[in-house]
């Protein structure tokens, strides 16, 4: 019904900045909020990042003043600007949408790795 992609990744050294994007096709009508998170290895999916349909954000606190999530609703895009990006950024960043007639309903992108050397 929904589907996403994420772009944006790459390797950067510590201290540089990316910005992802994740475009939503099919039904996109039904996604209320958006959202980031992130998977290194060994270690659990995290949220970092979300946003709702009246632009309500929330951050994960290691990168709250760092990350920025926006979304453009005319081309159907989130965004997560990252600045001063640290090696422990490093990970698969993945897009998430939620299901606004169903919470437990959701929808990933495929990932994006985002690699910090220090």
């Known amino acids: 019904q929904v589907q996403l992609r994420e772009s944006g990744g790459g390797l950067v050294q510590a201290g540089a900045s990316l910005r992802l994007s994740c475009v939503a096709s099919?039904?996109?009508?039904?996604?209320?909020?958006m959202g980031w998170y992130r998977q290194a290895p060994g270690k659990q999916r995290e949220l970092v990042a979300a946003?709702?349909?009246?632009?309500?954000?929330n951050y994960a606190d290691s990168v709250k003043g760092r990350f920025t999530i926006s979304r453009d609703n005319s081309k159907n895009t989130v965004y997560l600007q990252m600045n001063s990006l640290k090696p422990e950024d490093t990970a698969v960043y993945y897009c998430?949408?939620?299901?606004?007639?169903?919470?437990?309903?959701?929808?990933w992108g495929q990932g994006t790795q985002v690699t910090v050397s220090s």
């Open positions: 998430k949408g939620t299901n606004k007639y169903g919470p437990s309903l959701v929808y």
């Open positions: 946003i709702t349909s009246d632009d309500t954000t």
């Open positions: 099919g039904k996109i009508f039904i996604i209320n909020t």
